[in-house]
DNA sequence: CAATTCGTTAAATCTGGACTGAACGAAGTG
DNA sequence: CACTTCGTTCAGTCCAGATTTAACGAATTG
């Protein structure tokens, strides 16, 4: 019955993931690797999941993308493997950082366009803009300093020491 | 053709919104009352943005519950009139942060239901819940700091001014 | 008190995007 | 060189949730 608490920590992570906007999926292999705390294969998560290889194989890509999985292709078996690395939380706020940066260069490129009468639209606006800049800047800055603490105390389990 | 520009200023505030997760009416409507820069009647944002008055009542109460918009009933029309108080991003950064706050108590109540195995699983979800704690503190603080900006120097465009 | 207008709610519809199944190319393996 | 296995892609399905239409209660006005 140790598996049960194991799935719930897992369904967790897939309902809070979908509250972020980000896929169900996404979150339960994050937990599902955490959990298992060295590399799987991609055959491994989905039977584990009990979800299509598809959908593992993109959501797993994803998260690469974002930095929170992390692809470990060994030299003996063609399987790719698949780890997160602690924390696995960074990628998800440099993910946001990246995207309130998007934000506010749209943002900001519309501010100057618009007329500068004197009803204050374009500060407004320009305002919004600022918003969007320092959102970006603060996350990025803290996720940096997230990754810099985790890397100090590291209490990640490894199946194989250092 | 000045109205062009703040339509496409509305436009991008809903597709950000649903960028974040929220419902594109309700990121339209943040812009078209923030351009607006005074309070406006619930059928005039349905009619200005083109939507049901069914979907500005929902949209405009969500709003309000996260603070992002205040109800203003005056005393002479019945109707109620809605403004965004400067900055409406406050508002979405307590919502972060709240939101932020749950994930960190659903899943830290893993963490507890846990066996204290030696195989760190116990650790590696704190770890998580501990993230989602500073996550939350760290957005509330940072909505507290950037009210009291907004409010020492307020560049908001005020119909009738003090 | 009838008539109008406002805001909300409930039911129905519509749509974006997550997920799957099947097919494909690549890379080993015998 | 046939055969198996792995990861990806693509087309199709499915579903949550956003939006709308219609109906309702409350408040206002004449």
Do not use: C
């Amino acid at each position: 019955m140790t598996a049960s608490t194991d799935d719930r920590f897992i369904e967790a992570m897939g309902a809070i993931a979908q509250a972020e906007g980000t896929p169900r999926i996404a979150g339960q292999i994050v937990g599902y690797l955490a959990l298992a705390g060295e590399a799987r294969s991609l055959t491994d998560i989905a039977s584990g999941l009990g979800v299509s290889k598809a959908s593992v194989s993109t959501n797993v890509r994803m998260l690469e993308a974002r930095g929170q999985a992390i692809r470990e292709s060994r030299t003996g078996s063609r399987e790719d493997h698949w780890r997160v690395l602690p924390p696995p939380h960074e990628g998800m706020l440099s993910a946001m950082s990246d995207r309130f940066l998007r934000h506010a260069e749209r943002i900001e490129a519309l501010a100057q366009a618009m007329p500068p009468g004197a009803d204050g639209k374009r500060e407004t606006v320009h305002g919004f803009a600022q918003f969007y800049r320092s959102a970006s800047e603060l996350l990025h800055d803290w996720s940096v300093s997230a990754r810099r603490e985790a890397t100090a105390a590291d209490p990640v389990p490894q199946t194989s020491g250092t």
